[in-house]
């Protein structure tokens, strides 16, 4: 007759105590215990509020509204990158303007609330960091804790006897387990060991490194600068703020933060593929500049490529855009120049169809000797095809030819509403007729000239220069965020990968006096490769202190172990008891 007891002596509950204490701080994430409610008073909510802001679950609540909040500032035209397309959203959609202007939607990362999630999740990390690291530190000073009392009731354990005696058993133990760079140390009768502390390290790494992002962000945003300016072949630019075509910063930047320099684009070029699917493709897109750093800096020259910037201190030089500068030449009804320049337009295609606008606003004067306004709406074909007149067949300048629009009387310029420099204000303008009647526009090739009609003088279209548009720009964050993100792939990589464990070798006389060999480990959550380690350790030392005979084994019989070293038959075994 068979008798089953439920153990419940003092021992037991010792044995639990020891094997959690084994266990212990295999991680410095915070210990969950029964809730602890404030008392009454500010105090207490204070602290309240503090450990929840605190806690890691909180902590990646925040970093997954700061993920959502940053949808909308994809989706969304934003205020600081696109004005136009903000003022063009808000003209096409009224009441849903409306919404998203009260909610901020259209400058998301400015925003209150997105300003709100952003400071807490900084406080939070830290708050989580601070007591981890400190914690980790110690954890670090601190020797691995000894074995417990049943080394049977860990979930990876084997044992043999063996007449190696036990000094010579523990000696060769922590021999093994140091050059398998273990922290291993005697405690007792066994040798503690334990390793994979580069899991925490990735651990805390991880987490100081999107702080380190946060703050690179907070600063790249509040000290940046951006700013385009559109250059034609021959022409300059300096480093200025007046000098830009359009110019944004952070609230903190000044004007003494842009980095002194200046530049002249000697030349661009531009080559593409001549035939097969991808005609018209740019093969080459490059800048050729004079430059010089400072006042009174030696002039260096440089070639600038897409994706290749030029890097003048803090600032950025980008290549970003390309087009076509026709060189025009206006003659007033006595032949006298009043306006010769190259006129930038604008690309509307691939193969860079380009349009704009030519204002002659002072000097000229009427065949009546009446002092006028002209514009001349523009039109350019960089490879024109007889049969295709609204549009290039080819980017690059093969039969270039200009078709030109002329209108006199008031541009507008003067009435205090701001133009822009390729649109023509037509509300006060006539256009010019031809010899029948109908609308004055003709096609030019270079060196042609189109005359006004009744001696009211004419235009040439002399040559075409090109033009670059560079982006210049000063992000002080930015390398900070890049060290930042690979910091924080390789930490979450550690974390991931890599397993903190502990392995114990207790070696102790018998009651037959031979000694018995106890193997155990330890991991922070399962995974095969504590019992494949453990096995592979047992393996090694089996052959350092090789089995002994058991009590009821022939004297004649080759010892062997009670257990077999093979690491995944021994890991099973132990995982089975």
Not at 185 to 211: M, S
Not at 250 to 257: A, E, Q, T, V, W
Not at 393 to 404: D, G, Q, R, Y
Request: proline fraction near 6%; aromatic fraction near 10%.
């Amino acid at each position: 007759m068979s008798k089953t007891t439920t153990d419940t002596t003092p021992d037991r509950a010792a044995e639990d105590r020891d094997l959690s204490a084994a266990g212990s701080q295999l991680s410095t994430a915070p210990v969950e215990g029964p809730p602890n409610l404030p008392s009454l008073g500010v105090i207490g909510w204070l602290r309240w509020f503090w450990r929840q802001l605190t806690s890691m679950r909180v902590a990646l609540l925040l970093l997954l509204l700061l993920a959502l909040g940053a949808i909308p500032g994809s989706l969304i035209p934003q205020s600081g990158v696109d004005a136009t397309k903000v003022a063009d959203f808000r003209e096409k959609n009224p009441a849903l303007g409306d919404i998203y202007d009260k909610l901020g939607l259209f400058h998301v990362y400015s925003s209150v609330w997105f300003s709100a999630i952003y400071i807490l999740l900084f406080v939070s990390l830290i708050g989580c960091i601070v007591p981890r690291t400190w914690q980790f530190v110690g954890q670090l000073r601190s020797r691995p804790p000894g074995a417990p009392k049943r080394l049977t009731r860990l979930p990876a354990y084997t044992t043999w006897r063996t007449e190696a005696e036990p000094e010579q058993v523990r000696e060769a133990a922590l021999a093994l387990l140091k050059k398998r760079r273990f922290r291993a140390h005697l405690t007792g009768d066994a040798v503690a060991a334990e390793k994979g502390y580069l899991r925490e390290i990735g651990n805390l790494a991880f987490h100081i490194a999107l702080i380190v992002m946060l703050v690179a962000f907070a600063w790249g945003q509040l000290f940046k600068s951006e700013g385009n300016k559109l250059v034609v072949e021959g022409d300059g630019f300096s480093n200025t703020l007046i000098s830009y075509d359009d110019f944004k910063s952070g609230n903190l930047f000044s004007n003494d933060d842009l980095t002194p320099f200046s530049f002249t684009l000697d030349n661009f070029t531009g080559t593409y593929e001549t035939s097969g699917p991808n005609k018209g493709t740019p093969r080459t897109y490059q800048a050729t500049l004079n430059y010089s750093e400072g006042a009174y800096g030696k002039e260096k020259k440089t070639l600038v490529k897409v994706n290749h910037p030029l890097e003048i201190g803090d600032s950025k030089v980008y290549l970003t855009a390309h087009g076509y500068a026709p060189v025009m030449t206006v003659r007033d009804g006595k032949g006298k120049v009043v306006y010769s320049d190259a006129v930038p337009l604008l690309p509307l295609d691939s193969n860079v169809t380009s349009s704009g606008v030519v204002k002659v606003l002072d000097g000229y004067k009427n065949a009546k000797g009446v002092s006028e306004q002209l514009g001349f709406q523009a039109f350019l074909l960089p490879t024109y095809t007889k049969g295709n007149e609204v549009a290039s067949t080819f980017p690059a300048l093969l039969n270039p030819v200009l078709n030109l629009q002329a209108y006199h009387g008031d541009l507008g310029v003067n009435s205090g509403i701001p133009q822009s420099v390729y649109q023509l204000d037509k509300s006060h303008m006539k256009q010019f007729k031809n010899s029948t009647g109908g609308v004055l526009r003709e096609n030019l090739r270079p060196g042609e000239t189109m005359k006004l009609p009744n001696g009211a003088g004419s235009i040439t279209y002399e040559s075409t220069k090109e033009w670059a548009n560079f982006q210049v720009t000063q992000q002080p964050g930015s390398g900070w965020a890049l060290g930042g993100s690979l910091a924080a792939i390789f930490g979450l990589a550690a974390s991931l990968f890599i397993q903190r464990r502990r392995v114990w070798v207790r070696a102790a006389k018998g009651a037959d006096g031979v000694t018995v060999v106890e193997m155990a480990g330890l991991g922070r959550s399962e995974s095969a490769k504590v019992p494949e380690e453990l096995g592979d350790l047992a393996g090694i030392l089996y052959d350092r202190a090789p089995g002994a005979p058991d009590p009821d084994d022939d004297p004649a019989e080759p010892a062997e172990p009670s257990v077999s070293p093979d690491p995944v038959a021994t890991a099973e075994g132990a995982e089975n008891q």
